[in-house]
């Protein structure tokens, strides 16, 4: 059995812009993607797609200075949404009977 990642289109914009933003070697604040987003959002909508994202295993929260949040890929986020080959697909790790 595998499990594929099926983004919105405003998942997926997310998710490059945290992935970008890490192969820049940085996390991506709160603000700066609110900010980077192609469309308007509110702060709750955007809230709403992180804590989404979040659940899934593909993002984390960091929060520094401030209680500034930040946010991170996971490797899960690298293995679904940039395959080294093929479909994103990531094989379910359980035991097979």
């Not at 940085?26 to 709403?48: C, G, K, M, N």
């Amino acid at each position: 059995m595998s499990k594929r990642f099926a983004a919105t289109a405003k998942q997926r914009e997310i998710m490059d812009l945290v992935l970008g933003s890490a192969d820049a070697g940085r996390d991506l604040s709160f603000v700066d993607l609110h900010a980077d987003l192609s469309y308007e959002a509110t702060p709750q909508a955007l809230q709403y797609s992180i804590r989404y994202l979040e659940q899934h295993g593909l993002l984390v929260r960091k929060y520094g200075a401030g209680r500034r949040l930040s946010l991170a890929p996971t490797l899960l986020a690298y293995q679904l949404i940039r395959p080294t080959a093929g479909e994103p697909v990531l094989e379910d790790p359980s035991p097979r009977s």
